[in-house]
């Protein structure tokens, strides 16, 4: 992650939301220059189906990861001219921020935002699809925490303060921000009600014990990349 450009492709209402209608869509380019010639690969209208954006510790940069499927292919004979990115101002481990119902997750070991059903093709007679339009879209957040304290075990009962599991389980308001030495990259609200719910390490006396969490998502909105 550099930047939230890749917006443009997850959302499809204003690069911040989702909304019924036609699936954001891109041409890819991929090719090879060979003694024996040049191979380049032109797939269209590619759109993503599937994304995930995650944090894997402090030392580690936070990566978005697309993919989904593309309408035809062509074969060219020359490189499509463009810009290799060497990189550089990624967003470090250390930028990443998770809050749960306004409180921030301090000893956070790991984040998976992950976007799924995000576009489907149609297709009729022809060989080729004829559009790709947005799917049903689901939105989860897998995390693990150094556990402190029992309020996020109090969310998987029910709501806060629980003491045995409730009929009904609460949402609370989240945020996913990433930041480059205090500037936002990029970021995310919604609302999470928790799915999913374990411990690990427990008797290890080695290792700190660390909580998993599942949350289920939804009213999601995104940084604005425009």
């Not at 991929?30 to 189906?49: C, H, M």
């Not at 957040?141 to 609460?170: C, F, H, N, W």
Request: charged letters at 20%; hydrophobic letters at 35%; glycine letters at 10%.
């Amino acid at each position: 992650m550099r930047d939230d450009d890749y917006h443009r492709l997850i959302f499809s209402d204003g690069f911040t939301g989702f909304a019924s209608g036609l699936a954001p869509s891109a041409e890819v380019y991929a090719g090879v220059d060979t003694a024996q010639g040049t191979t380049e690969r032109q797939f269209r209208g590619w759109s993503p189906a599937t994304a995930s954006i995650s944090y894997n510790g402090p030392t580690e940069t936070v990566r978005v990861t697309l993919s989904g499927a593309y309408g035809t292919e062509e074969r060219n004979q020359s490189l499509t001219p463009g810009v290799i990115d060497a990189g550089g101002d990624e967003v470090p481990g250390h930028g990443a921020a998770l809050s749960l119902a306004g409180t921030p997750v301090s000893k956070l070991q790991s984040a998976t935002l992950s976007f799924e059903g995000l576009s489907r093709l149609q297709r009729g007679p022809q060989q080729t699809p004829v559009d790709a339009v947005v799917g049903n879209v689901s939105t989860s957040v897998e995390m693990q925490s150094l556990y402190e304290d029992p309020r996020l075990y109090e969310r998987v009962l029910g709501s806060a303060g629980a003491s045995t599991i409730e009929k009904t389980v609460d949402e609370v308001a989240a945020s996913l921000e990433f930041a480059v030495e205090g500037s936002t990259v990029a970021s995310y609200d919604f609302q999470a009600a928790p799915d999913t719910y374990d411990w690990q390490d427990l008797v290890n006396p080695d290792n700190d014990l660390t909580e998993s969490i599942t949350w289920r998502g939804r009213a999601v909105t995104g940084s604005d990349p425009t």
